[in-house]
């Protein structure tokens, strides 16, 4: 493995500072904002004296729908990652122990793929139109089955690499204990995979939390997600810049803690395979 050493480790640790810096600075300029006044926005003052405000106005104000936008999203996400990871693992488990030809599982792979690098905008309108004819328009069900959608893919393919890395011989001696197919996977791959599935189910949930193309364009104000909560305080002629910023660090918060417990997991399903 390299090393870095000398002037080479200097300016890595230099580049590594400068890219932390640039990655937080956003975030504690938000932070900042969410606890100004809009005149200490407006004139950019850096010493201010923080007041909650803005907290208070986007969880209890008159005008604010945040809190229904916090309990969609988290309807949203939570039930939308349970059946991307119930679905994915079944599908995972399927394409790689089959029995018949890999041409299957690489045509289905490859449209996958393809399905997930598509924009999201292409499919919206067909969306709306399918969702209006059965009467799912401006509904939580609705969001939750395009989530799935878009989420599947991924999810495939990162339990995929952790149903490959389950020994093949753990299966086969299970069944020669008389473990029937539904014990094996139960008992011996589902436990082996469970890293993957807190990893995919990181991922889904936070994607499916910030969402926002398709909660814009097929949710209304009953049915909206925290994304579409935030853009609603930038107004045509206001632009509520401290509640704007004090719903942002709310929303972060579910999405943080998340990724903050699952990290290791996380990285570990993105780099499977790239070490052996």
Not at 100 to 120: A, C, D, E, N, Q
Not at 180 to 199: D, E, H, N, R, S
């Amino acid at each position: 493995m390299f090393e870095l050493r000398g002037r080479s480790l200097v300016l890595g640790h230099a580049l590594l500072a400068l890219s932390v810096v640039f990655t937080l600075t956003p975030f504690f300029y938000i932070l900042a904002t969410s606890f100004k006044t809009e005149i200490s926005i407006a004139t950019g003052e850096i010493l201010f004296d923080p007041t909650v405000a803005n907290y208070q106005q986007v969880l209890f104000g008159r005008r604010s729908n945040f809190v229904r936008n916090l309990s969609n999203s988290v309807t949203v996400a939570v039930i939308s990652t349970a059946i991307t990871l119930a679905i994915g693992l079944l599908a995972a488990y399927a394409l790689e122990r089959q029995k018949h030809s890999r041409l299957i599982s690489r045509l289905f792979l490859g449209w996958t793929l393809v399905f997930h690098v598509m924009p999201t905008l292409t499919l919206v309108g067909p969306w709306y139109l399918l969702f209006r004819w059965l009467d799912l328009y401006n509904t939580l069900t609705a969001l939750v089955l395009i989530h799935v959608v878009l989420n599947l893919p991924l999810t495939v393919w990162l339990l995929m690499g952790f149903v490959r890395d389950v020994p093949v011989e753990l299966e086969d001696a299970a069944r020669v204990d008389g473990c029937t197919p539904f014990q094996v996977f139960w008992k011996v791959v589902l436990p082996l995979v469970t890293p993957g599935l807190i990893a995919a189910g990181v991922l889904a949930f936070v994607f499916s939390w910030n969402e926002f193309s398709v909660a814009l364009t097929l949710a209304s104000r009953a049915s909206a997600t925290v994304p579409i909560g935030i853009a609603q305080f930038a107004q045509q002629f206001e632009i509520q810049n401290g509640p704007m910023a004090a719903a942002s660090m709310i929303a972060i918060v579910p999405a943080l803690v998340l990724m903050i417990f699952g990290q290791r997991f996380v990285v570990q399903g993105l780099t499977g395979g790239a070490l052996k």
